[in-house]
């Protein structure tokens, strides 16, 4: 069985308390129609199971509960997400920068999952100075600073068109913030 990272997000909502679809939605965040999949799916899994009984205008609803074998998994999860957290502060102590990022590259939704289930906290990220490996956030390559919508950023053509000596591992997905754009040395 291949877990995605929203089917075990759905599966903790359900775990969490989250007993209809809308409470599930809410949750997670994720699309009605993806949650309904995804319920589907959990319930042909035989993690979650679903009872019939009356919403609030006497219409036809489900209410749905972890099996034992659910719960289970929730706690398995739980448990691999605090050792993945223990990893990441070990290559944090160890000055392993590199190494952390390719850790990430290939963990993508880690930390998200982290926050998700409630390893970590958005305080204690910003403490470490690890708000960048939140996925889905734009951050300057080089310092890691929150590229907001308006902020100035800087391509890879922009170097190229400037003559500037480009940081290493630049790719074209990346940008950088004015300071270190700045900053950059020319070639
Ligand atoms: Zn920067």
Known sequence: MNFQVDDMKVLGAVEGGGRTIKNVK????????????????LMKSQLIEAVE??????????????????????KEYIEYLKDEWKK????????????????????????????????????????????????????CYKCKKDLGRFALKFSVSDCRKRGLKMPKGLTTHDDLCADCFDGLAVR
């Open 53 to 74: 009984g009356k919403g609030i205008w006497g219409q036809t609803q489900y209410y749905f509960n972890t099996t034992d074998e659910g719960s289970q998994k929730v």
């Open 26 to 41: 809410e949750t997670s965040k994720l699309d009605k129609d993806e949650v309904e999949k995804i319920l589907e799916f």
């Open 88 to 139: 990441i502060i070990q290559f944090v102590t160890d000055g392993q920068r590199d190494e952390l990022d390719e850790y990430m590259k290939e963990n993508k939704f880690l930390v998200n999952m982290m926050l998700f289930f409630k390893i970590v906290n958005l305080p204690a990220l910003g403490r470490l100075n690890l708000r960048f490996l939140i996925e889905g956030k734009h951050l």
